[in-house]
Every structure is written in C-alpha cells, then in structure tokens.
C-alpha cells in the first residue's frame, strides 16, 4: 500500500515492518504512475499544488476503476475524499468530514508553507484547520471565551496562508502583553495539530482494517487529454529513473501544500 505525506506526517519511524510505503506530497501524475505498481490501496495525505501543478481528480477516479482502495484524509487527501466521495474515494478524519459537510470551504484552510523533504518538510506556517482545533480547546480549557476565540479565528483567517502563525497570529489582539504571552505558552504546550490526528486515523484504517475493492458506478472515459497526459507521466518516471534523481528531487523547498 502506498502513502503520500509529507508535513502532517513528519515521523513515520514507527511505520516501519508495516504494509504502507510513504512517499512524499504527491503532484499531478503521482497517482496514475502508483497505479502501474498495482497496489491494493493508495492513501492520500499531503499534496503539492502552488507551483506544482496538483493530482488530478481523474488519476483518483482511474485507481479506483482498476480496483485500488483510495483513501484521503488531513489536507490535499481530505480536500479531494470530500470531492470524491460519491464516487468511491474513502474519507477518513474530522478535515474530511467538516469539508464534505460544507463547513469548510477554502483549499486554504489546510494549505502551509514547509521546507524541503531534506529538512523533514519543516512547516513554516500554521493551518488554519488547526488555529480552529486549538482555539476550540482553549474554550474547552477556559482558557479563552468563545467571543474571543471567535475574534482571534477571524484575525488568523483574513492572514494569506503563507504568512499564518502564531505569532501573526496573536501579534494584534487586543488582550494586554501578559496575556497574550500567557496564551503563547499555553498554546505551545497544548496546540492540537488536527491535520496530524487525521493522518494517524487514516494510517490505522489502512493497517488495521481490511480494505474492500472500491464499488464503482462510473464510466471511466478514455480522452485525448487522459491519453497525452499518461504518456507525460510515464516519460517523466523514465526520465528520473535514468537519471537516478528520484521523482521529487526536482522540487525545490518552501513549496506549498493544501
């Protein structure tokens, strides 16, 4: 079984001996090629999409056709679970669901800015799905009130994505000095990283529960542009292949990934 992490799963030491196969966020092709590999399922976490063009929904609905389980949680995986779920892809996680319940909208909303794969993907930003997560626990610790919960939600979402932290973040509340570096500590012990918790349920669903050939009710329509792109994806693999680069080695650091 194949993964695609990157920033919401930065340890996977404790994969190993198991079934899953991590590789890195995955980019327009990556699926279709993990395909030709025929494994039972392919698990979708991360993705590239600012600057790499993204995966296509039509790989995920090719897998399913050819019998592969696909499952999507936490950012990129959650994203196209929710836009997909008709048609077969498994949602898993509370990203997933809040996305295909409406309550989530923007692709931003899980999108951060990281570095390299060479670095651990080391996030350079916060996402906004877990800014919610831990404000909702600091009402939870009455910590903050809901209204100033509500306040500071509003601050981090009107904050461009690549600029979202913490301390952006909180820079311009209205609370006195004292308790904003009160708040600080509290949320550097306690932030709850919801995108990591949804990778983990997915990684237990992939492990722990079997997985059954996905029921598909679609027509998967062969079209010139599906023809001409496969070809592209395959071209490319040989390319790295030859080079003996790696498939991602091309992609620089601070990409950015929903």
Not at 8 to 18: A, N, R, Y
Not at 194 to 211: H, N, P, S, Y
Not at 238 to 248: C, L, M, P, Q, R
């Amino acid at each position: 079984m194949i993964v695609f992490a990157g920033p919401s799963l930065c340890d996977t030491d404790f994969l190993q001996g198991s079934a899953l196969e991590i590789r890195p966020p995955v980019r327009q092709g990556d699926v279709y090629l993990a395909t030709l590999e025929k494994p039972k399922a392919i698990g979708i976490i991360d993705g590239y999409f600012d600057g790499t063009p993204s995966v296509w929904h039509k790989e995920i609905l090719w897998a399913m056709s050819q019998g592969i389980t696909v499952l999507g949680a936490s950012s990129m995986g959650a994203l196209r679970a929710a836009e997909l779920d008709t048609f077969g892809m498994i949602g898993v996680g509370a990203i997933y669901v809040d996305y295909r319940d409406g309550i989530l909208e923007g692709d931003d909303e899980v999108a951060l800015a990281h570095g390299p794969a060479e670095l651990g993907f080391t996030r350079l930003s916060v996402a906004m799905v877990n800014v919610r997560a831990t404000l909702k626990a600091a009402v939870l610790a009455n910590v903050l009130s809901r209204p100033e919960a509500g306040e500071l939600a509003v601050r981090a979402r009107n904050i461009f994505f690549k600029d979202r932290t913490w301390e952006s973040v909180l820079s311009e509340t209205d609370t006195g000095p004292n308790d904003r570096e009160d708040l600080k500590a509290w949320i550097a012990v306690n932030e709850v990283d919801q995108k990591r918790i949804d990778a983990g349920f997915l990684l237990e669903r992939m492990i722990t529960v079997g997985l059954e050939t996905p029921d598909i009710d679609f027509h998967f329509e062969r079209t010139d542009l599906w023809v001409h792109a496969t070809r592209t994806w395959k071209s490319r693999q040989s390319k790295s292949n030859n080079e003996d680069s790696g498939t991602y080695n091309l992609l620089g650091k601070n990409n950015f990934l929903s």
